[in-house]
């Protein structure tokens, strides 16, 4: 059982790449719009 759970190390890891691709996502989506305006 204990070895379906990931450590918290590995939760954490998870959450960062997580964060970054949305933060990378959002930058992409933000230079969309801003060529569409222009």
């Known amino acids: 059982m204990n070895a379906i759970l990931m450590s ?3 939760i954490s ?5 997580e964060v970054r691709i949305s933060t990378i996502m959002n930058d992409i989506v ?7 305006a222009e």
């Not at 890891?13 to 790449?17: D, I, K, L, V």
């Open 8 to 10: 918290n190390s590995e």
């Open 13 to 17: 890891e998870f959450m960062a790449a």
């Open 30 to 36: 933000k230079m969309l719009e801003e060529t569409l």
